[in-house]
């Protein structure tokens, strides 16, 4: 119980002063929103290729990616909040994955799992099918290098994609802050 | 059949047909003109009765295209090999996609990827690439990527 209130302690973003009968929070509601998000991004179900078969393994109950907020994978990208890009995209899928892109609801966020995902990979030089990167069709968040990458290489990714959303805005609002 | 009995068969049929050995199955080279009648008898006589086109590819060796037929019979369990060489700069041979049905798509990946004409194949046009893809055979040892080719 000790342990348990600890961590949540020195991970909550903001002060707790305790008072007698109950506390006082201090801390910035941008913070707090941002907090709640990273404990909790499901992913969507995709995957193109074998980085999908490790992706499985860090859904599945040894590495078991729910233990860090990425609680269940969704078959619908408008319950998804994070979208892995597990695998090489061909030129036929691009228009696919722009629209799954598109149909996510805010905040959404995309890691890019792989040497395929990144740049083509080992698909990069002569090649009629494939696209090079995944960035030149949907905005990237996190990439994570492998062939495919290890599940603690994903889970790595997950943590730094968590940090990532808790150390300040999402992508919308710094593009609002731009214009 | 074994490959010495159908040996003997595909020489009665046709005298012109050369063979190679060491594989498995029997490999019959032929001349692109000769493929649609043998492929007619392979397909009907009842001794050879091969049903089933389990295979159809083009290889393209720089000099020549050949395309390459894997046939089996249901009935006998017996395979056979044909081989044609076509030409690299008008590439053509008959259709047999109303022997074997399978074919049909088949020799449309086979045009598209190599550029191999099907002469009075029903439906010759592009079965996976997209649309305005004619003319550029990717398949084709030639061909180059136009975004990110290296030369070696």
């Known amino acids: 119980m000790d342990v348990k209130q600890q961590t949540a302690k020195s991970d909550f973003p903001g002060q707790i002063h305790e008072t007698p009968g109950g506390g006082i929070v201090l801390s910035k509601l941008d913070d707090v929103i941002n907090w709640a998000r990273s404990n909790s991004l499901w992913p969507l179900t995709f995957a193109t290729s074998c980085c999908g078969i490790e992706y499985m393994a860090v859904a599945g109950a040894k590495y078991d990616f729910s233990r860090f907020g990425f609680e269940v994978a969704r078959a619908t990208p408008r319950q998804a909040d994070v979208i892995i890009i597990a695998g090489t995209i061909v030129n036929k899928m691009a228009p696919v994955l722009k629209r799954l892109y598109d149909q996510m609801a805010d905040p959404k966020y995309v890691i890019a799992m792989g040497a395929c995902a990144i740049s083509g990979g080992p698909f990069f030089y002569n090649t009629y099918s494939v696209v090079k990167g995944a960035d030149h069709v949907i905005p990237v968040d996190v990439y994570v290098a492998g062939c495919p990458p290890r599940p603690e290489a994903l889970l790595h990714a997950l943590i730094k994609l968590q940090e990532k959303i808790k150390s300040g805005l999402t992508r919308e609002q710094i593009r609002k802050d731009k214009e | ?152």
Request: with cysteine.
């Open chain 2, 1 to 152: 059949m074994s490959n010495e009995e159908l040996k003997v068969k595909i020489t009665e049929l046709l005298p012109a047909a050369t063979f190679e050995e060491g594989g498995e199955w029997l490999t019959t080279n032929i001349e692109p003109k000769d493929w649609l009648p043998l492929a007619q008898q392979l397909r009907n006589d009842d001794s050879l009765y091969f049903d089933y086109l389990f295979c159809l590819t083009c290889i393209d060796w720089k000099t020549h295209l050949t395309m390459v037929y894997h046939l089996s019979s249901t009935k006998y369990r017996h395979n056979i090999v044909i081989k044609s060489k076509l030409d690299r700069s008008n590439p053509e041979i008959e259709t047999v996609s109303h022997i074997w049905r399978t074919a049909e798509f088949h020799e449309r990946e086979v045009y598209e990827m190599f550029g191999v004409n099907f002469l009075n194949h029903p439906d010759l046009r592009l079965l996976i690439l997209p649309d305005g893809w004619e003319g550029k055979n990717p398949l084709r040892k030639d061909f180059e990527d136009p975004i990110n080719m290296i030369k070696l």
